[in-house]
C-alpha cells in the first residue's frame, strides 16, 4: 500500500510537473510567434525603407544633375551679363564722344572766343 500510495504521489507530481511544463511550452511557443510576427512585420519595414531610400537616392541624383546644370545656365548668364556690360560701358563712351563732336555750340562758343582773343591782341 505505501508502494501504491508511493507511486500515486509520484503521479501527481509528474501530473503536476507536466502541467507546469506544458504551460511553460505554450508560454514560450506564444512568445515565438509573437518574435515570428514582429520579425515579419520589421523585414517588410526593412524592405519597404530599401525600397523608399533607393527611390530617394534617384530623385537625389536627379536634383543634383538639376542644380549641376542651373550652376552651368547661372555661369553662362554672369558671362553674358559681363559682356553685355562692356558692351554697353564701350556704347556709352562712343555715344559720349559723338555728343563731344556734334555739340556745335560749344565748338561755335570755343571758336568765337579764341577769335575775340586773338583781336583783342592784335589791336
Do not use: P, W
Not at 56 to 71: P, W
Amino acid at each position: 500500500m505505501t508502494e501504491k500510495a508511493e507511486l500515486v504521489r509520484r503521479s501527481d507530481c509528474e501530473l503536476a510537473r507536466n502541467r507546469d511544463l506544458s504551460a511553460n511550452l505554450a508560454d514560450f511557443e506564444a512568445k515565438n510567434r509573437a518574435t515570428d510576427d514582429n520579425l515579419t512585420v520589421t523585414r517588410r519595414d526593412q524592405d519597404d525603407l530599401r525600397f523608399a531610400n533607393s527611390s530617394m537616392q534617384g530623385a537625389n541624383v536627379d536634383c543634383r544633375a538639376e542644380v549641376d546644370a542651373l550652376q552651368h545656365h547661372c555661369n553662362v548668364l554672369s558671362g553674358q551679363n559681363v559682356e553685355l556690360n562692356s558692351e554697353l560701358t564701350r556704347f556709352v563712351d562712343t555715344d559720349e564722344q559723338i555728343r563731344q563732336t556734334l555739340n556745335r555750340r560749344d565748338r561755335v562758343e570755343t571758336l568765337r572766343n579764341r577769335t575775340e582773343q586773338e583781336m583783342r591782341v592784335s589791336y
